[in-house]
């Protein structure tokens, strides 16, 4: 599959001269304009999360809102916030938001929860799906094989983008455990290398 990032260059190259065929003749292009802006979306990843030791993992989400230059949706379904089986979302920078999922413990302990995240562009994204696919997987009810956190994660970022949901290369996650997602299929789509969560 071509990679999304040449794709997106050539198409901002060919910009003003592009020419559209159509069948009744030649249509020129239309005039100049600001590129809109790319969608991002991040999986964030708590290697240890669910139970310690036993390589499952915990996902949560991160998705950009291309209206704005620094504004962000993020949450999770299961994790240590709110309760063990709920679902929570919040607004925000990217700086509130990594800052979020940095702060966040093993319960009881000092020990940081998440601890890296891996990200892709879109060329498109629609906060308001994605924030409605959101309410969709948290009202189901949480359940360890068929709804939880990495079918929230994938159902967030497959509302935002047509292009992730067409994406042959990211499967549903029934039966899929969320650090398996994060290291194999997610690189195997072509996500971005992973990311430290660092602490500051």
């Known amino acids: 599959m071509t990679n999304l990032h040449e794709?997106?260059?050539?198409?901002?190259v060919a910009g003003s001269a592009s020419v559209v065929l159509l069948a009744g003749g030649v249509v020129a292009g239309p005039a100049p304009a600001e590129a809109a802006a790319l969608g991002r979306v991040c999986m964030v990843n708590a290697p240890d999360g669910v139970v310690e030791n036993m390589n499952i993992g915990h996902a949560a989400f991160i998705v950009k809102d291309r209206a704005s230059s620094n504004h962000?949706?993020?949450?999770?379904?299961?994790s240590t916030v709110n309760g063990p089986k709920a679902g929570w979302i919040r607004g925000g920078t990217w700086e509130q938001a990594r800052?979020?999922?940095?702060?966040?413990?093993?319960?009881?302990?000092?020990?940081?929860?998440?601890?890296?995240y891996r990200c892709i562009n879109t060329a498109d994204g629609d906060l308001k799906t994605a924030q409605s696919w959101y309410t969709t997987v948290r009202n189901r009810g949480y359940n360890g094989h068929t709804n939880n956190c990495l079918h929230m994660s994938m159902a967030v970022f497959k509302g935002y983008s047509r292009i992730l949901r067409n994406d042959k290369r990211l499967p549903s996650a029934t039966n899929k455990l969320p650090n398996s997602y994060y290291d194999k299929i997610l690189k195997n789509g072509h996500w971005e290398a992973s990311h430290k969560l660092d602490r500051k």
Request: proline share 3%; no cysteine.
């Open 72 to 78: 962000w949706i993020y949450g999770s379904f299961g």
């Open 99 to 116: 800052a979020t999922f940095t702060k966040v413990n093993f319960p009881g302990t000092k020990k940081q929860y998440y601890t890296r």
């Open 7 to 12: 794709s997106l260059k050539r198409a901002a």
